[in-house]
């Protein structure tokens, strides 16, 4: 085994031991979880990530809100979004975004917002996809040409 696959062992390994820590109560054990993590990491790790969600713990913000909320979902799919949004996307994504930035000299987006179709009839606030007519819709073709570019 290489140090890649072991670091990577070792990562999942301890998503799975916190995610089944924060079942038992989260509300509790998140601030708990988010304090270990912010002794045992070393200094500058996600410092900036770290220290938003600690406001938004502390503060019982929005996000925490969000969080909370997850927990009236089915356990497998709360488990997934987890393993996802910050195993998948923040700590192995970020990593490979970091490596691709350097490689090809360019910005490397965390995420990309695409509106493939402004069919919608709602008119939600914020949103701005009725505004433009019900015409304007990209073919899987065109999605697929823009995620692969």
Known sequence: MNFSSLQSSVQKFGMNQ????LEKDPET???KLMNLVDKVMPEGWYGSQRKVIRE???EKGVWYDY???LYDLDADVRQTVFKNFIF???LNGSTKQEELSEKYNCNIP???LLDPTSACNLHCT???AAEYGH???LSLDDIDSIIRQ
């Open 126 to 128: 914020g949103c701005w």
């Open 135 to 137: 015409q304007l819709n």
């Open 67 to 69: 969080i909370l909320k």
């Open 88 to 90: 998948n996307a923040s």
């Open 110 to 112: 965390w995420t990309v």
């Open 18 to 21: 916190a995610l089944k820590y």
């Open 29 to 31: 054990n998140i601030p």
């Open 56 to 58: 938004q713990i502390d």
